[in-house]
């Protein structure tokens, strides 16, 4: 694991109109490192992801990528940076083949027009190998034929393809079974394994415990602390997410 974080934020604020969603908060992940970002509903967990993905730009604060300044205001200026987000929704197309899919809307193509399909799927079959994906059968096979666990493994690997170095992951065990989500803790392991940056939110404390260096915990969109797993308990983080103390009253300037 890096010692220099990769990617750093520094009193990042986000409003929308009279709501306040995130209050000057702090953060930072390193490389190789599985910073889980926890919080009740409301927590600002979604807000926080998306202006690192450029969807909803930070108000104020500061931007740190592999130590220099960086200005996110779209999604194209995160994703050149290396930033990828797989959403819980996956945003996967079911009519078409995981190689499709992989690829989708960034086809490699030859003769000018036409698509290079055995590039397209050598590489996938690489990529997924690559994570010790192996519950995929086909790489021909369509989405829509995959299970809960199989299409999250494909998702996380779109994203592990464009040689991204921070991937963000939203409740990816969510609504699968034992042996699915099973599989998928493996696979954030294997992320971080491969020096690859993950930011994990998960309501499962027991999942964050064991796969998670570190945790950060946010509360009515401000950040109230953060614990190192070998330093805590699931009571300690739990009274946090529940009833830590807010850094500031809203509406107010910083406490003292």
Request: with cysteine; charged share 20%; aromatic share 6%.
């Amino acid at each position: 694991m890096s010692e220099k974080p990769l990617l750093q934020l520094k009193g990042v604020s986000k409003s929308f109109g009279a709501v306040q969603a995130l209050s000057k908060v702090d953060f930072e992940v390193r490389a190789g490192e599985v910073m889980a970002l926890v919080g009740d509903n409301g927590a600002g967990k979604s807000t926080l992801i998306k202006g690192i993905a450029g969807i909803y730009p930070f108000d104020e604060g500061e931007f740190y990528f592999d130590g220099k300044r960086a200005h996110i205001r779209t999604p194209r200026d995160s994703v050149a940076l290396g930033i990828e987000v797989v959403y819980q929704d996956l945003a996967l197309a079911d009519n078409l083949d995981v190689v499709a899919n992989m690829f989708l809307g960034r086809e490699r193509t030859q003769n000018l027009w036409r698509l290079n399909e055995s590039s397209m799927e050598q590489t996938c079959t690489e990529i997924l190998t690559s994570l010790s994906v192996t519950a995929v059968g086909s790489v021909r096979q369509a989405v829509a034929e995959l299970s809960s666990g199989q299409r999250q493994a494909v998702a996380v690997a779109r994203a592990v393809l464009w040689n991204s170095r921070l991937v963000i992951l939203d409740e990816p065990t969510a609504a699968l079974g034992l042996a699915q989500t099973r599989q998928v803790l493996e696979l954030v392991k294997t992320l971080a394994g491969k020096g690859l940056a993950v930011i994990l939110i998960s309501h499962n404390l027991h999942e964050v415990f064991e796969v998670a260096d570190r945790i950060a915990v946010l509360r009515l969109g401000q950040k109230i602390n953060e614990f190192g797993v070998g330093q805590t308990t699931h009571q300690e983080v739990i009274q946090a997410i529940t009833a830590g103390k807010l850094p500031y009253i809203p509406g107010r300037m910083r406490q003292a």
